[in-house]
């Protein structure tokens, strides 16, 4: 058996397993970067940064596809795109939450656990490759607690907590 025929062989029993397929990935997508989009906090620094939006969610149902089944469709360099964000663990924090959210409405809760296992493993390793392309070791279990001018946060005089929802 090559490569290729062990990739799809695992990929079939992570789907059978789980039950996600290309549709649930497509929807979890979709559905997942309009909250994104419209959210207070995560929507300016994805808006500063994709201009082509059928392009970016090309790409991020093919990152899940390799994420999730493991079908090797995704070849981009996801850290080197984090890196320069203005972004810490609030962020993070937030976008974990929204995926966690979307997952839990749209996928079967397998199907949910397992995105979500991967995604919390996805928002550690960028947090940990961001801090430590600025410089900062962060210790186990500590987190990347930027300045308030270093990282993109809603318009001053609104609480964070406030903003979360209020893009629409």
Known sequence: MDHSERRARLSG????????????????????????????????????????WTYHLGQMRQFWSSVALMTGTYHGRP?????????????????????????REICPPLAADHFIDRAERIAQSLELGIAGSSG???AKGERLNRPDRDVHLPASGRSLDSTIHDRA
């Open 79 to 103: 850290m080197e795109k984090h890196i320069p964000l203005p972004v810490d663990a609030r962020h993070f924090d937030r976008w974990l939450s929204l995926f966690r959210d979307t997952a």
């Open 136 to 138: 900062i070791m962060l």
């Open 13 to 52: 029993e992570i789907a059978a397993r789980t039950g996600i397929t290309d549709a649930m990935i497509a929807e979890l997508v979709e559905t997942f970067y309009e909250r994104v989009r419209k959210d207070a906090l995560l929507g300016p620094v994805f808006d500063q940064r994709i201009s082509d």
